[in-house]
Structures are given as structure tokens and as C-alpha cells.
């Protein structure tokens, strides 16, 4: 049987092809960092380009930002620029999910997130993205809410307007047509 999280071949050269024209059309994002070495880390991670192809198909458009050299992974966040359509509409995390009475969203952001295996963006990682172009003028995405803000039933999201980038708050059982959450994965 077949490991659900594992690309068929066709899945697997085609989500590659993918990556690589991206990475290629979007060279600001990595600069000094070479295909061939992404690649070679990919071909060894069957898991990791799952989740990838995850990302991909929720209308992420992940792309390499970065490069860890103490633990040579790749680094790649949704680099879509608005919040991926298929993580829109969603409250964020379980305990708000549970906790809302009627109207319940399909999901939330936490669980979606591990469920294809990846990260959410911290409020650090998406201003960091905010350096490559602009993303979310029109949509907002959820970030890692701190504990003490969770406890107090609210969350943060942040988007990006008049050349700014805003972080604010909901109650985390919240959500919106135009809110979603934006991933980043290890490689």
C-alpha cells in the first residue's frame, strides 16, 4: 500500500519542474543559493516534498527563502501574494474551533498546518517575507500567536498595507473569506 504521504513519479518531476521555474524566475529571494543543492536535498526528503506539494496545491507557491547553514536545511515560505485560497476561512486553532457554537469554519489554521506538515509563519518570519515584495494588500494571514495572548482567547494576524506591515489581533475563534495562513518548511 501505498505511504499517502509520498508523491507519485509524475507528482514528484512535475511539483520539481515547478519549484525550479519559480526559483528561478525569483532569484531576489535567494540570492547566492544554487537549484542543483535544493534539489539534492529534496530528492533525499520524500516527506518534505509531500508537504511542499501540499503547499503547492493550496495555492501557496512556496519558494526558497533562505538558506540555515548550521543545520543546512532550506528554508521555504508561501510566497503567494495574496493568502493561499485554499487556507482561507479558518478560526486558529482547535480550542476556538471547539469552542464556537454555530457557523463553524471547515477547519483551523493550527491543525491544517500540521496536517500537511508545516509551520506557520511567526510574526519575525512574516516580516521577513515583507522584505522580498509586498504580500497580503488585499488578505491577512494568521501568525504564531504568543501564549499569553492565546490564553486571553484572542490571536494575531498580520497583512500589509500603505507600505507597512500591521500585526493585530481577533479572537482567535474568528474567521474571514479573506484570512488565512501562510506556511514555512524545512528542508
Not at 54 to 74: F, L, Q, S
Not at 87 to 93: A, H, M, V
Request: aromatic residues 10%; hydrophobic residues 30%.
Amino acid at each position: 500500500m501505498e505511504n499517502k504521504k509520498e508523491l507519485s513519479p509524475e507528482q514528484h518531476l512535475t511539483l520539481l519542474g515547478i519549484l525550479k521555474n519559480r526559483f528561478e524566475k525569483n532569484r531576489n529571494r535567494h540570492i547566492g543559493l544554487n537549484w542543483d543543492n535544493v534539489q539534492a536535498k529534496l530528492e533525499t526528503s520524500p516527506e518534505k516534498l509531500w508537504s511542499l506539494n501540499e503547499m503547492e496545491r493550496t495555492g501557496g507557491e512556496p519558494d526558497v527563502v533562505g538558506h540555515d547553514e548550521k543545520t543546512n536545511e532550506y528554508i521555504f515560505y508561501d510566497c503567494v501574494a495574496e493568502s493561499p485560497k485554499g487556507r482561507r476561512s479558518l478560526c486558529y486553532d482547535r480550542e476556538a474551533l471547539d469552542s464556537r457554537k454555530e457557523f463553524k469554519p471547515e477547519n483551523n489554521a493550527i491543525d491544517f498546518a500540521a496536517e500537511i506538515g508545516i509551520e506557520i509563519l511567526t510574526e519575525a518570519e512574516y516580516r521577513e517575507l515583507q522584505q522580498l515584495g509586498n504580500f497580503d494588500t488585499k488578505t491577512s494571514s494568521w501568525v504564531i500567536t504568543p501564549s499569553d495572548i492565546r490564553k486571553l482567547g484572542g490571536a494575531i494576524f498580520a497583512d500589509f498595507r500603505y507600505n507597512t506591515v500591521f500585526i493585530y489581533h481577533n479572537g482567535a475563534s474568528s474567521y474571514y473569506a479573506v484570512r488565512g495562513f501562510r506556511g514555512s518548511l524545512r528542508v
